[in-house]
């Protein structure tokens, strides 16, 4: 789950990290009032959940309550990639010395969590990781004690920051290493963490994204879910207990299993069609998961054709082709379904969808095949 | 033979009371595992498909023996449980639980390396030697018992390329499900090590998905270490970046863990990829015979 | 440092452990006043930092107001072991169906914390690990991961306890072990740990000592310190960095270095007399230390003869000498005092000594017998 | 020889720049221990007493090879010191600061063991080869090279033994203060040990105090595997029950702990013990010639 700019920089705050003051807005009116508020320059920031809204005009200085208004109504309402503007964050201007980037993420490959950061504050880390990765220092914290002052430290002075800023830079990346683990994060960003001309450390640019499977013990991070920045249908089908991801093709996939369903996909594509969905129904694959995920499927317009691909084990294959019998008499489908059933009783299965007036395929290949045909016929 | 299970493995089930505890442990039983204990705080004295209840783990593997504990507790849980049963000695865990924290995670998989366990998991279907020990959620059906050994990161998606491998004639020593999180306690490499070690796998699957590094570092190793015939699956040559599929594991993230850049480096450790699932016999039929 | 009993109460209410409500009282009237408000059953408990409180008396059971004051009167003021009660914790009465010991110790030769309980609770621990040790049930905490809820768990099936009372036991267990940990303590114990006939679990009674090294982070615990209950010149010694512990005899005792100060200690005894106190004066013993030490040492009108005990090594014995010199000057004695200096510049020092009228000796067994021939003399 | 060590020591010095770090490395330089590098973050090309200071101990100890480290910090920042010294890879480890928290402690002592590094101390005086390499803030000019190996828990009472041991015409091959605290890295027994394989260490002398059982597992050690000669002191025969006498580890509780067990089990392995620390040498010459 993603949270917001200003949201990160409430729980940073919540964690010890000095954070750059700021209000949200949700119209210019507001955006000015705040400005006025805080007096002299402000930045005005679109609150969406994606990168590059620097570059596509998402964020702008104004040097008076006028500015920062006209600032507002530009960027509200913008669509950047996709996403619609409903916040902007109003911030006090800092004046940077020096731009730092800071951020904590899981080693996959090592399983702990490691801590990096550049002197190249401000920029992507991704393109500086690729053009000169030998500016990115990086921690591993330990993973029964966790990271410790002496690494932050030498992260330090490994930056070639002045000794003076030494201790308020440890500080911080203990706080922001802490803020990781207590908040079940699997990403904690300050792009750029800076050096005010008055030499104060300031977290001006936060980004935060936290583990869906540790939700349960952070009802304050639940709460600061964004329902505007969530696909609603795939909102929809969590509630459900199944995984959904949209996708831009125009063939509906509904598969038991995530590895398999993305095998389906690969299979779609193979044979010359384009997925328009991710969808795991999860184990059962009973009457109303498939009902629901015809529903899920079918809300995307461009859906031309439905492959369903279950591979029956604990589960018999009898009881999803009753499964997909019934949700049909639920919901009706305008266009073809492809059945591809194999697995634990997949006759059984396949007789009973024939008696239904419906066709089952043996393998995936051919199932794909028959639903890209029908897509396009 | 085969690696991790065999007829000589003596099952433990933690959460055996639970709907998949209790569900699980009477498919592990009808298909011949020897599943010796379970455990349940509360309900020693119980019985589950004729297996003996225990209140705590190092009570039920001094009774009993145990050797395997297989776990179908809730997330939350899920931790306590593979220190419970790592701390009673057992050597080899496989936790099916779905949803685990991955913060929780970093130090399990600390905990149980330094104890020199092995966990399989979590968010695995588990492991299987065909004809001896089902350690999982598998339908035990469509395994045979055979020379191939198969590592995969999915659950479903490995039943299919079982059944597709049982049905052209190519049984398996053992089938591991290694799960699809991004902290499981046994690699790719860790699983195929075995399998080179076992003299009676002849040939190796791998099955991989999109997300991490796992499949690149297989890759590595096969290239140096791995001399047996091998096939491969990669899914998610058509997912988005930036979105998990499904499992927590399965997401490419800045630009990392694509489709692409997995098969490209097992293809260049001289491991064939199918394009779909049912290529995989193909192909390891082709490397056999190469 | 310890606490009180209502102190220990508050500190493991803020863990989470269901305390006995209880409030304190300094009179009769005031304890009165508390079980009127509690009505029923209350209890009467003397606040000192000892234990036998129940033996000497100074725990009652009161079924009114008036038996409460009356009970706090006879309480308040009573001398327990040497321990003057100021303060009374009125409680209510538990209706206890069972009592268990649940304890938070440092193991020592594991280097490890452990947790302990028995079903014998009410009783002593000492003496239940005395008469019948397997009926202690241990559990050591991990060092990295601590104490985990399956541990919980296996003391509870190990103590014998119904099933449904697990998971509470389990809670209040992990949760005193945090305490312990959290709250740098040395020891935290509850005794008794009840099950009250309605099936609730309540901490009847708690006990807590502090690691005095770890206070700076425990501003909370500091300020529960009860300047009553500390010996007045172990408390002022400690303000000056001297270690300083009141004992029975009356030579006393200026040593540099914990582990000589004991062993002049014991040569005092050998030699047929009794240390008055331990007294470390630390690194340097400069002036202004060793005439607080004969300040503190002066103090106890038993004190006959004061043996000062120097090992000079990176403090020189001249240095030493001096420091004696001018503290006497300083502080005037009427007792007699014996010097031995050895270790670097000991002749130098000696020299300055013996200008100044003091004698000197060599060895410690010397001077050991010449203080107590002094004292007795 | 000597244990732990000797000439061929290449010391750094955590916290080189505070008043006693300061103070003692010029001791120690002095003395003629090889002191290689100091540690105090942000004071990286300064010098104390000749020797360089870096941030970090791991550039100390990549460039300088540094082998051993002493830290001299303030307690609150003992456990980082110990630490960063242990993960730059410095296997011995002597920590003076006295007042570390007991609960710092236990995590320290795990990792420690874990890495496979040794720490002495905290709240201790260090330890000394004499002739060779002073690593304390002992008084370097009262020992005298020999063959005794000395192990104490406490400060000034080595001295006064070592200045009696010297006295006495015997040398020491090297003397240890492994610490008053409730938890120290190194105990009796784990340098007792070194001592009886110490081929130069010819009889060993043993001091130890109220508080704890260390003295109790040493004389344990002693019998089954200490075969030179002895000579032990215990102090603290006259420390009331439950009181601290200065030591944080120095205090009798629930009736254990007391100078009178130390005593008789040391004297039951053997081991004879001083009535006073000048009776040491005596116990020890008469050991040595039985």
């Given at each position: 789950m993603d949270v917001h700019e200003y949201q990160a920089a409430e729980i940073l705050a919540r964690h010890g990290v000095p954070v750059n003051p700021g209000q949200v807005a949700t119209s210019p009116d507001e955006a000015g009032a705040i400005a006025r508020q805080f007096g002299g320059t402000v930045a005005i920031k679109a609150q969406v959940h994606t990168g590059g809204r620097g570059k596509a005009g998402g964020i702008k200085l104004a040097h008076s309550p006028d500015e920062a208004k006209a600032a507002a109504a530009q960027i509200l309402g913008m669509d950047i990639r996709g996403h619609v503007v409903n916040k902007v964050l109003v911030v006090k201007g800092a004046e940077i010395a020096k731009e730092i980037y800071l951020g904590v993420v899981l080693d996959r490959p090592a399983r702990q969590i490691l801590v990096m950061a550049s002197a190249?504050?401000?920029?992507e880390i991704e393109q500086v990781a690729k053009e000169s990765p030998e500016k990115i220092i990086q921690r591993r914290a330990d993973p029964m004690l966790g990271f410790l002052p002496y690494q932050a430290r030498e992260i330090a002075f490994a930056l070639g920051l002045d000794s003076k800023l030494v201790n308020g830079f440890a500080s911080i990346a203990l706080k922001l290493y802490e803020t990781y683990v207590k908040e079940d994060a699997t990403l904690v960003e300050i792009n750029p963490l800076i050096i005010t001309k008055s030499g104060e450390w300031l977290a001006l640019d936060s980004k935060m994204s936290f583990d869906d499977n540790a939700l349960f013990r952070h009802a304050q991070t639940e709460e600061m879910r964004d329902i505007a920045e969530e696909n609603p249908t795939e909102l929809d089908a969590r509630h459900s207990g199944i995984s959904f991801v949209k996708l831009d093709g125009d063939i509906g996939c509904i598969v038991n299993g995530a590895g398999l369903a993305m095998a389906t996909m690969d299979a779609v594509k193979l044979y010359g069609g384009e997925p328009a969905n991710f969808l795991d129904v999860g184990g059962g694959a009973k009457a109303d998961q498939v009902a629901k995920a015809f529903t899920l499927v079918t809300a995307?317009?461009?859906?031309?054709a439905i492959l369903i691909n279950i591979f029956g084990g604990i589960t018999r294959g009898d009881e999803v082709a009753e499964g997909i019998k019934e949700a049909m008499e639920r919901v009706k489908l305008d266009v073809p379904l492809v059945v591809r059933l194999s697995g634990t009783n997949a006759e059984e299965g396949k007789q009973i969808l024939a008696d239904a007036g419906i066709s089952a395929t043996d393998t995936m290949d051919e199932a794909a095949e028959q639903v890209v045909k029908q897509a396009h016929a | 033979m085969s690696i991790l299970v065999d007829s000589s493995t003596r099952l433990l089930v933690q959460g055996i009371t639970g709907r998949e505890g209790s569900f699980h442990t009477q498919q592990m039983v009808e298909y011949g595992t020897n599943v010796v204990a379970g455990v349940t705080p509360g309900k020693q004295g119980e019985q589950v498909a004729g297996v003996p209840v225990f209140d705590t783990v190092a009570d039920a593997v001094a009774k009993t023996g145990a050797n395997a504990a297989i776990i179908y507790v809730p997330a939350r849980f899920a931790p306590d449980a593979i220190y419970e049963s790592v701390a009673a000695g057992i050597p080899l865990v496989v936790c099916i639980t779905e949803g685990v924290p991955v913060v929780d995670m970093v130090p399990v998989y600390a905990y149980v390396k330094e104890k020199g366990a092995r966990l399989i998991g979590p968010n695995c279907p588990g492991l299987i030697t065909p004809g001896q020990a089902k350690v999982g959620i598998m339908p035990g059906f469509i395994h045979q018992p055979g020379k191939v050994g198969l590592v995969s990161r999915s659950g479903t998606l490995t039943y299919e390329v079982v059944d597709a491998l049982t049905k052209a004639g190519l049984g398996q020593s053992t089938a591991v499900g290694i799960g699809g999180d991004p902290i499981i306690g046994s690699s790719f490499v860790d699983i195929l090590k075995l399998f080179q070690d076992d003299p009676e796998t002849e040939a190796i699957v791998m099955l991989g998905e999109i997300g991490g590094s796992d499949e690149e570092e297989a890759a590595t190793f096969i290239k140096k270490h791995v001399t047996k015939p091998m096939a491969g699956f990669i899914a998610g040559q058509t997912a988005p970046p930036g979105k998990r599929m499904g499992h927590a594991g399965a997401i490419i993230s800045g630009g990392s863990g694509t489709a692409a850049d997995k098969i490209k480096a097992l293809e260049s450790a001289g491991v064939g990829v199918a394009r779909s699932p049912s290529q995989v016999p193909v192909l390891l039929k082709e490397a056999m015979q190469a």
């Open positions: 190249e504050g401000g920029v995307d317009p461009n859906v031309r | -």
